[in-house]
């Protein structure tokens, strides 16, 4: 990798996270129920399918609104998810199928510095009740904010990520540091590449990413990673209001939760 290459992708994601940042605080950071929906996604013939909760017409008018802009920028199809419920616990649905997601963030937080093994994902597969939460604006404000006192680190994809983002090779530049939250130490990290942009923080004994999907104004929202990566992502839609006409701002995330007392014994593709 040239250093040419590397300041040009240091450049990209420095000026990335902190225009998401920017964008977002012309919103309200008050959040409803209403405002936020889960979604499924699958892909069939290189196009996107959403999977979208029944009764969003009555129910989540904006979020359904947002959606249809989605769809209409990204060429995706939106679907009223009538299928059979499976009633599995979640943990046991992530196992039926190979973790990439889990192993490609897990190894990339070793990269950085993280110290131990590979992590496995929490189980069940969620915050505990315990353990801070920071709202995704807060943390993209906190690591905006924050670059230059983060350790920087530009490195080239693990074979996890080759695979899950189908054989994207291009440098990942890499920030993480410790911050404080209220009077709390946690240590904060962000990573950015063409189709990665993952932003996360460690919480008591869990470390929790969330892979940013999609996203933007509701003029204007696009994909922030491609297909590959999408195939059978379960992810939550946010939007953000904002008191100008047009100008409501959605994100589509993905969270994994990495249980930092646990070690990943399965790293084969």
């Not at 995704?136 to 695979?163: E, H, Q, T, W, Y």
Request: hydrophobic content about 35%; charged content about 20%; glycine content about 6%.
């Amino acid at each position: 990798m040239s250093s040419a290459q590397t300041q040009s992708a240091q450049t990209n994601a420095t000026t990335w996270i902190q225009g998401l940042s920017t964008l977002l605080r012309t919103t309200s950071r008050k959040m409803t129920i209403a405002d936020r929906t889960s979604v499924s996604i699958a892909i069939k013939k290189n196009k996107a399918s959403l999977f979208l909760p029944p009764d969003m017409a009555s129910l989540q008018q904006n979020n359904l609104r947002y959606l249809h802009a989605l769809a209409k920028n990204t060429d995706c199809r939106l679907i009223e998810d009538r299928r059979s419920v499976d009633l599995a616990p979640l943990n046991e649905q992530r196992n039926r199928k190979p973790p990439h997601m889990a192993m490609s963030l897990s190894l990339l937080l070793k990269q950085t510095g993280l110290p131990g093994p590979l992590r496995t994902l929490s189980m069940p597969h969620r915050l505990k009740q315990e353990n801070i939460h920071i709202p995704l604006p807060d943390l993209i404000d906190l690591m905006a904010g924050s670059l230059d006192r983060c350790k920087r680190v530009v490195i080239l994809p693990n074979r996890f990520i080759i695979s899950f983002l189908g054989n994207d090779t291009n440098p990942i530049v890499g920030y993480a540091g410790k911050l404080f939250i209220g009077n709390q130490e946690t240590t904060v990290c962000y990573f950015d590449s063409p189709n990665l942009r993952t932003i996360g923080y460690r919480s008591g004994d869990q470390f929790v990413l969330h892979y940013l999907i999609a996203g933007g104004p509701i003029r204007s929202p696009h994909l922030w990673t491609n297909l590959n990566a999408l195939q059978g992502a379960q992810a939550r839609l946010q939007v953000f209001r904002s008191p100008r006409d047009g100008h409501d701002f959605g994100i589509v995330h993905s969270s994994t939760f990495l249980d930092l007392n646990s070690e990943m014994t399965h790293t084969t593709t």
